[in-house]
Nanobody, 119 residues
């Protein structure tokens, strides 16, 4: 059994910061690409940021320069530092990871954490 558990969401004012964390647990042989998606009401789920096992990163254009994704391979965790938050960043943020168990690579999702940016 594998779990991805997010933490760090909440309510912040425009211009504020939040740090999201996600911990993967279970009989994980290795974690490959890990990252964050978000979904706002009446919008499709979109990739926010991802990071490979070797540290290569990918960001949505809308968050470049404001968000930073990082990971700890030893702990199988991934974090998202969000600075300069805007109301349009309001969404449920989901942790996502490609994990290897029993020599098989599968994709997993966390349950999501709410981020609300409002004055």
């Amino acid at each position: 059994q594998v779990q991805l558990v997010e933490s760090g969401g909440g309510l912040v004012q425009p211009g504020g910061s939040l740090r999201l964390s996600c911990a993967a647990s279970g009989s994980i042989f290795s974690a490959e690409t890990m990252g964050w998606y978000r979904q706002a009401p009446v919008k499709q789920r979109e990739l926010v940021a991802s990071i490979s096992r070797l540290g290569r990163t990918n960001y949505a254009d809308s968050v470049k320069g404001r968000f930073t994704v990082s990971r700890d391979n030893a702990k199988n965790t991934v974090s998202l530092q969000m600075n300069g938050l805007r109301p349009e960043d309001t969404a449920v943020y989901y942790c996502n990871a490609d994990l290897v168990l029993d020599s098989i690579l599968r994709n997993y999702w966390g349950q999501g954490t709410q981020v609300t940016v409002s004055s």
